[in-house]
């Protein structure tokens, strides 16, 4: 008979009732509830009796007791990292310090770690936040601040720091970050509360830096924070908007004046070596001169001295030689016109000696036949005639 004839019901060829409707939860669930009861020591299908039972309960709670147990231990297994060190505490208690690698500690809730990165520089900003862009976000009620000459500027101020002692940071202080930039605030306003406007703003820049790091290191450490300062930069500082330009005229006066003060100090190295090279020149000069007026009148002196004796002992002799000396000395400076009248006469000689002199350097002979002179005069000129001065000079010496 087929499978599909009446009276066939609803089976299939296999065996199996036809189901067009969903699966029934209840017996899917009664079906889970006895596979459990076999495990955990229920009935369910069971027939073997109360012991097998029992003994297929116990192993089944003590598997997962111990699969339990291995999974409890094993989240206990952490690993820090190079630039990190991890904080046990036990009972919330701090209990140790581990270094970077692997390393297990007792499961929650007996402790638990926390993990702090001690490599990672960060930054307070005072004054301004940066928000992408470097010193925008303006907080007036940080930047403004009071000087020692009670005047007000405006300044904005950055600070990088570090963790340095984990347990520190962590235990200490609450909120350790924001502790650290009240501090620095008010480690800054009291270095510019101790110094002038002008040294702010001009060449204190650095100075003012530098003593707000340390200042701030040494609050830090009062405090037992765990924290170190790394460095401090200024990242602006100007007098407040509504004096900026009077104060820009202010600057630019006094660039003006260190630049006429450089100009001054150039020109002053550039006269002065001049000028005491000039000095030590003209005094140089003036003892060269005094020595040589010295030596001179020394030698004056000393000759006139040996004069003086070879008179004493030889005076005509030393008087016709002395004559004799200057009269050479004095006719050989210049021009001399010797006249020879052989037989005299009383006509009136003429002679240009004007012209004469402008006839040559040196003239030895002259053409006197254009002058009207007597035939029996003859004249001759020479640049020098030592023995007729000779002569003179005895005669003179003899009168």
Known sequence: MAWNEPGNGDK?????????????????????????????????????????????GFFGFGLIAVIAVLVWLASGIYIVDPAERGVVLRFGQYSTTTLPGPHWHLPSPIEKVEVVNVEEIRTAEIGYRSGGNRGGGTIHSESLMLTKDENIIDLKIAVQYRVQDAPKYLFNVRNPDVILRQMMESAVRETVGRSNMDFVL???????????EQLLQTMLDAHEMGLLVTSVNMQDVQPPEQVQAAFADVVKAREDEVRQKNQAEAYSNDVLPKARGRAFRIVQEAEAYKSQIIAKAEGD????????????????????????????????????????????????????????????????QLDLDSFNYPSSTSTTTSSSNKSSSSDDARSRGGR
Request: a positive charge; glycine letters at 12%; aromatic letters at 6%.
């Open 12 to 56: 299939d060829p296999w065996g199996n009732r036809g189901n067009d409707g969903p699966p029934d939860l209840d017996e899917v669930i009664r079906n889970m509830q006895r596979k459990l009861g076999g495990i955990f020591g229920g009935n369910g299908n069971n027939t073997n009796g109360n012991n097998s039972s029992g003994r297929g």
């Open 202 to 212: 001009t060449e204190g820049r650095s100075a003012i830096a530098n003593s707000t």
């Open 301 to 364: 002196a000393s000759r006139f001295t040996q004069v003086m004796t070879e008179y004493n002992k030889a005076p005509d002799i030393t008087s016709e030689r002395l004559y004799l000396d200057t009269m050479e000395s004095v006719y050989s400076k210049s021009q001399k016109v010797m006249v020879d009248v052989k037989n005299g006469g009383s006509n009136v000689l003429y002679l240009p000696l004007d012209r004469m002199s402008r006839r040559g350097n040196n003239p030895t």
